[in-house]
């Protein structure tokens, strides 16, 4: 698979919208304004394909929305997911159905196809971009590149993950030092396991975090998990000493791990995590996906709901831009629908994500679910929505 067309170096187009970050979120938004025929243009600071920190487990909420927008996921053999596992740190097992499962797909291969769809369609696609400032002034936004270039557009979406430097440039709220909270570092490899359960997601704790896997094209496992970082400083920020001394003290994790070690698997890292809560818009930069609150992985999955976030302010976007809302009403519509679409999703992991890692209460909650399964159907159900 080629390249999406490189940008130019600068523009004295004015945009329609400008989107910053280019994952799931970004992309498919970018993809949608495209194929309306509305000029767009998104910034990502890395190449494609490249690979993510990401569960990459798509829940198939989504699968009508990615058929409409030119995905081909019917002709991709991807793994499908309908049982699901989780376990306390000390081993003890819950295992259940998924009601609405999901699908196996690296990011390394979806990023890609949606920019190179993205491109296809008419967007501008710049790639190895990175965005210093994004300002705004008699009603359209400048955005400044590393390199020196400017791109002036009418409305700009921020989709940029978890922490960027823009966050600092625009003064969002939830950076201020009253907001501290805990840290995370998350990690993720890909391991080639012959004994992995088919159709299976499963989710391992240990002290203070928790491990997700689940399978991915090419006979790979995606093994992801997420660490309060003083795990990781307690064991000289060493990685695999840290997976050595806490995560397998999980018997169920163990053996994975133990085969990631064997086999030198490289994994992917990211730091300076948090889950605290973030405003929708700032500085008239409408946030979606991480950047609109970080998710945490329990809330079903971001990518999932990155899509629908993009699918959300897609409508309200070309209502703007026919002029059928003015942008105050733009901003308010968009916050409120949000909260009501994706909020307590949100809100609902965070709970699960505080109580998960706690070696005695994760122990009492598997064995109180494993008498009570209609509880982990509903707590499935907090962690899902609906196809759109």
């Not at 966050?167 to 992995?196: I, T, W, Y």
Request: net charge neutral.
């Amino acid at each position: 698979m080629t390249n999406p067309i490189a940008a130019p170096e600068t523009s004295t187009e004015l945009y329609d919208c400008a989107i910053i970050g280019g994952g799931v979120a970004g992309l498919t938004l970018a993809l949608q304004l495209a194929r309306a025929g509305r000029r767009v243009v998104l910034f990502e600071k890395e190449t494609y394909p490249f690979h993510r920190v990401c569960g990459e487990y798509i829940s198939m909420e989504n699968y009508d929305f990615l058929c409409r927008i030119g995905v081909p996921l019917a002709e991709m053999d991807l793994p499908v997911m309908t049982r699901f596992t989780v376990s306390s740190p000390t081993g003890e097992a819950l295992h259940h159905k998924l009601d609405i499962g999901g699908l196996g797909l690296t990011r390394y291969e979806l990023d890609q196809l949606l920019a190179r769809l993205a491109a296809e369609h008419g967007a501008t696609i710049c790639q190895g971009t990175r965005v210093t400032d994004v300002a705004f002034t008699d009603e359209q936004f400048t955005i400044s590149t590393a390199g020196g270039a400017t791109y002036r557009a009418r409305l700009a979406c921020g989709a940029w993950g978890k922490h960027a430097n823009l966050d600092s440039k625009l003064h969002r709220p939830f950076l201020e030092p009253s907001r501290e909270g805990r840290q995370f570092v998350a990690v993720k490899r890909h391991l080639q396991l012959d004994n992995f359960p088919a159709a299976t997601v499963e989710m391992h704790n240990f002290r203070d975090g928790y491990c997700g896997l689940s399978p991915v094209p090419g006979g790979l496992t995606n093994c992801s998990y997420i660490s309060d970082v003083r795990n990781l400083r307690a064991h000289g920020n060493s990685v695999a000493e840290m997976e050595r001394q806490v995560l397998m003290q999980n018997p169920l994790l163990r053996p994975y791990l133990e085969e990631a070690h064997r086999t030198g698997d490289s994994p992917i890292v990211i730091s300076q995590i948090t889950f605290r809560e973030r405003s929708t818009v700032d500085a008239h930069v409408l946030m979606l996906g991480d950047a609109a609150g970080t998710i945490a992985p329990l809330a079903g999955n971001g990518m999932s709901m990155g899509m629908n976030a993009s699918f959300l302010l897609n409508g309200l976007l070309l209502e703007f831009l026919d002029g059928r809302i003015s942008r105050a009403e733009l901003e308010q519509q968009y916050t409120r629908a949000w909260r009501q679409l994706l909020s307590f999703r949100i809100t609902a992991g965070r709970l699960i994500h505080q109580v998960f890692g706690q070696p005695w209460l994760t122990t009492a909650g598997v064995r109180v679910l494993k008498r009570l399964p209609f509880m982990t159907d509903f707590i499935l159900k907090l962690t899902h929505g609906q196809p759109y």
